[in-house]
């Protein structure tokens, strides 16, 4: 377990630091105080060049922190690919973690399984990409203005997903920081024939306004089709469902219907994609024994349930 106190960690220029280890906790202090980052020089620009974190291992868990890419993004011209976290391991999770860039944020390379919990991801372009299975539960997916005067469209998305639930979002949040200045898409597929599922999602009132009519770009990129591509039970702020009762885009050798039924979006659900591995055990905050102080001597009876310290 490393703990990280407060305070904002520069790694300057430096790049790809590697979580080598099995089994390794980083747990910060706060999510808003806690800052990790990095800010490689543009000429350094790529998805596999820039990282502030590269994790090749089993079991990592990070908590209460956040990583930052500070490449100067509007300044890279056509590309300002920006790594955050490049999981290239198994079985990560993540809870209480924001990570803030704008060109490919969380780059899923190889992962095999990973779940994310109450975090906050900011981005542009494709800020969310790769492959393997995926949950983010209850995380925010921050749009950040594509261009410095706010305009131009976002991606959430680019997956490359080969296993069977490829990324899962569990009610989630797309929260518009453009202030409508910007339309935006749920993902484009990169390689392979991805799977890409968005369950029960709240827009905020900027992004139900500029979310592009296909709701996904009809044909991404290396001339690839979506495996599946779907929502249920997109609402507004207040609740309301907002899906359309069908939505068909035309990819490159056909059309798909990204409009779930209920079903079908079941075939999604938790304890079906993680059927050997239960990661939401570990993300419970566990409550502290009751404790006595007498004689200047605090004392408790721990609890049986997990908890490291109290």
């Known amino acids: 377990y490393i703990f990280i106190p407060d305070g904002v960690y520069d790694l300057g220029e430096t790049v790809l630091t590697a979580i080598s280890g099995y089994n390794i906790s980083i747990i910060g202090q706060s999510t808003e105080k806690t800052i990790i980052k990095n800010a490689p020089e543009v000429a350094n620009e790529g998805i596999g060049t820039t990282a502030v974190l590269v ?37 990560a999770i993540l809870k209480n973690v924001a990570m803030l860039s704008h060109q490919d944020t969380y780059y899923s390379q190889n992962t095999k399984q990973s779940y994310w919990e109450d975090c906050d991801i900011h981005g542009t372009v494709d800020f969310i990409c790769g492959g393997g299975d995926v949950r983010f539960v209850n995380t925010t997916l921050s749009l950040e203005p594509r261009s410095a005067n706010g305009t131009g469209g976002r991606t959430i998305t680019a997956p490359t997903t080969t296993t069977e639930f490829g990324y899962v979002f569990d ?9 409508g200045k910007g339309d935006w898409n749920f993902g484009r597929t990169w390689q392979n024939n991805p799977i890409c599922i968005y369950l029960n999602t709240t827009l905020d009132e900027n992004s139900a306004n500029t979310l592009i009519d296909s709701r996904w770009i009809e044909k991404g990129m290396n001339n690839r089709d979506p495996r599946i591509f779907g929502e249920f039970n997109t609402m507004d702020e207040a609740g309301n469902n907002i899906t359309p009762a069908s939505n068909i885009i035309t990819s490159y050798r056909g059309q798909f219907q990204t409009i779930l039924s209920a079903d079908a979006a079941e075939a999604y659900a938790y304890d079906k994609m993680f059927t050997d591995w239960n990661p939401a055990f570990y993300t419970v905050q566990v409550e502290a024994p009751e404790a006595t102080y007498y004689e200047g001597v605090v004392s408790w009876t721990p609890a049986n349930n997990g908890a490291i310290a109290y």
Request: proline share 0%; glycine share 8%.
């Open 171 to 179: 009610g989630c949040k797309v929260v518009d920081l453009a202030e």
């Open 55 to 91: 994790n090749s291992t089993q079991n990592l868990y990070m908590q209460d922190l956040t990583l930052q890419n500070a490449l100067d993004y509007y300044a890279a011209g056509d590309a300002g690919r920006a790594v955050c976290f490049q999981d290239k391991g198994d079985r």
